[in-house]
């Protein structure tokens, strides 16, 4: 069986890796840590095609623990056993490495089989998952890990690996051909590979040529100019987002197609789901769950149906009335926690039940909101240096004024 030419290529070393720059510059803290050789247990999160895989494999060459590799998807609780029962043995005597790829698939009962392990330092694990691993990995196991993000690798970077390919192949391609299979990927380094391979594979004779013309029969898009440069692929993001903001219904409509007909799914599912909280929000915070609904369903059925449940999200939204209060709310405060404000908890929101003789305040003095009219009592939330902020300011829209008088009523009583 033919090995695919993303694992013929598949680099040895950090150094040869594209895409991930913030990531695996030298200068960051997470190559630091990896080039002293001292593994943390870590979680990788992203989209496939991004090099997960790849560094793990490279971590393992470079370490002394003994590698073990298991996939969610097919793993039994007996293989994970089999691993632990290894543990000690004169196989293991540095440790174990345990790259476990899709995670995610694991269930709560599995992943907690390991955690007295990577506790104890006797399993070092590295999990990889395409899934937010804050919403599928068991919260003791992922306290124990740090999560590294792992993102889209940029079009400029997918050219670097197909250059590698070329000449790899031995053939010749056009650079428009190049630059159109690198943004046609979608951020996803082992499908420009694949599709480079099988294009590789389809030419005749001795002419060794990739032209743009076979690219555009390739990808059955020639007539449509979106991703024909990684600047073109961002300016189109740029123009839906902006379109659904401005409150235009066709615009919004245009560029979804235009996104959907690149096959861009994910991008446009992401820009939706964040345009309705970003800039509907909280003048209408039922439509966060409504698109979210909207893109589930696009993912299940996939193209070319998804266009249908997306349209009527990308028309919602854009017809929605608008308020950004609570975009600016959390970055308000976002900015006060960088600043150092706010570390002390008052005391009456403590998660405290008993006084020590130590302390000096004795009561908690907490009111509970529903035992007073209208279930609200006035009493301080915010920490002492910024019990004055305000973070969230009611912007004119019907919900939000409807709320605000409705608190203004009660707190005037």
């Not at 369903?297 to 308020?323: C, D, H, V, W, Y």
């Not at 409807?402 to 203004?408: A, G, L, R, V």
Request: some cysteine; proline content about 4%.
């Amino acid at each position: 069986m033919q090995q695919p030419l993303a694992d013929q290529l598949r680099p040895s070393n950090l150094d040869e890796m594209v895409g991930q720059t913030d990531l695996l510059n030298k200068g960051s803290v997470f190559r630091k840590v990896i080039d002293k050789n001292h593994i943390p247990n870590m979680i990788f999160y992203g989209p496939p095609g991004t090099g997960k895989t790849t560094v793990a494999n490279i971590i393992a060459k470079n370490t002394n623990l003994s590698f073990y590799r298991l996939n969610g998807t097919t793993a039994s609780t007996e293989d994970i056993k089999k691993i632990i029962n290894d543990i000690h043995s004169l196989f293991t005597t540095n440790g174990i490495l345990l790259y476990l790829d899709e995670i995610q698939y694991l269930n709560k009962k599995q992943q907690q089989s390991l955690l007295e392990f990577v506790e104890s330092g006797d399993i070092t694990l590295i999990a990889s998952t395409t899934e937010n691993p804050y919403f599928y990995i068991y919260p003791a196991l992922l306290s124990r890990c740090t999560v590294f993000e792992f993102k889209a690798i940029p079009a400029s970077e997918i050219k670097k690996g197909l250059q590698r390919a070329k000449q790899f192949l031995k053939i010749e391609i056009e650079d428009e051909a190049l630059s159109m299979l690198a943004t046609s990927a979608n951020g996803d380094m082992r499908k420009a590979l694949n599709n480079i391979d099988f294009l590789e594979q389809s030419l005749k004779g001795t002419k060794r040529l990739i032209t743009k013309q076979i690219v555009d029969n390739f990808l059955d898009k020639a007539n449509i100019s979106y991703d024909r440069g990684e600047d073109k692929h961002f300016d189109n993001l740029s123009a839906l987002m902006k379109s659904l903001r401005g409150s235009d219904p066709d615009a919004s409509v245009f560029y979804l197609a235009k996104m959907l007909e690149a096959g861009d799914l994910i991008a446009a599912c992401r820009r939706l789901l964040c345009s309705a909280s970003e800039d509907v929000g909280m003048a209408y915070p039922q439509i966060i769950s409504i698109v979210k609904s909207a893109v589930d369903t696009a993912l299940q059925l996939g193209m070319p149906e998804a266009r249908l449940s997306l349209s009527n999200a990308a028309i919602l939204i854009a017809t929605s009335p608008k308020s950004n209060s609570a975009c600016l709310a959390i970055d308000s405060a976002i900015h006060d926690i960088h600043q150092g404000k706010g570390i002390d908890v008052p005391r009456s929101l403590q998660n405290t039940h008993f006084d020590g003789e130590e302390t000096k305040s004795k009561g908690q003095n907490y009111h509970y909101p529903h035992d007073y009219s209208h279930h609200w009592v006035r009493q301080q939330y915010l920490p002492n240096d910024i019990k004055q902020s305000k973070y969230y300011l009611y912007q004119d829209n019907k919900y939000e004024q409807t709320i605000k008088d409705y608190w203004d009523k009660i707190k005037k009583e």
